[in-house]
């Protein structure tokens, strides 16, 4: 019984990554609000209700890793080592994402075109300001649980709010200079020391705050 539950949902995820793969594939090409759900539908080889059984809207086909984008900081902080400042936490895996021009902060080669996308399309725009404001209210809430701050206490969100504007400042002075003609190779470098600059700004001010504890020794 564990076998076919495993089987068939690595065989619903396989799905869902095909739709939203096609879908992709459909809005670079044409743009996503000339693109239908139905086309979509149609070139994946499935049926309009069963996107819709994986993609509640057809802003959620584009951001299909919506969830993972809205809980990556905060995942980052929950997770931080002991002795580990939220800062500190975000910093390297800032650095990390740099070197391994992950997707999570934008900064990728095809970050222009994913950036004119959204711009071409109301919805696109309205869905990643949604996403922003999600973003921080996930990480103010993690920030609150791993300090214990009471509810009139307003740190945590003091700090989601800088730890997010970090990064999204740096990710888009990133895609400035792509959109401007430069090259990913001189790009990268120029977001790693833009955002060395931020974090240690961010690290004299609230470098200390939500240090992790550290287990103690017998």
Do not use: C, H
């Amino acid at each position: 019984m564990a076998e076919e539950l495993s089987l068939r949902e690595r065989k619903k995820r396989e799905t869902r990554e095909r739709i939203a793969d096609v879908a992709m594939g459909l809005f670079m090409l044409r743009g996503f609000d000339r693109v239908t759900v139905a086309e979509v539908a149609d070139a994946a080889g499935v049926s309009v209700n069963t996107v819709f059984n994986y993609f509640r809207t057809k802003e959620d086909l584009f951001f299909d890793r919506q969830e993972a984008a809205v809980e990556s900081l905060g995942r980052v902080v929950a997770a931080r080592a002991p002795g580990e400042s939220a800062v500190e936490a975000v910093r390297r895996d800032f650095e990390a994402a740099l070197d391994q021009r992950d997707w999570r902060y934008g900064i990728t080669g095809g970050a222009p075109d994913f950036f004119r996308m959204v711009t071409e399309s109301p919805a696109l725009s309205t869905r990643i300001r949604e996403m922003g404001a999600l973003r921080e209210e996930y990480l103010a809430r993690v920030l609150a649980e791993e300090t214990d701050a009471g509810p009139d206490d307003p740190t945590p969100r003091l700090v989601a709010a800088q730890l997010v504007a970090l990064t999204r400042t740096v990710s888009e002075e990133f895609l400035r200079r792509r959109l401007a003609g430069e090259r990913v190779e001189t790009a990268v470098p120029a977001a790693r020391a833009a955002a060395g600059r931020a974090f240690d700004l961010l690290e004299s001010g609230v470098g200390d705050y939500a240090v992790k504890a550290t287990s103690s020794q017998p």
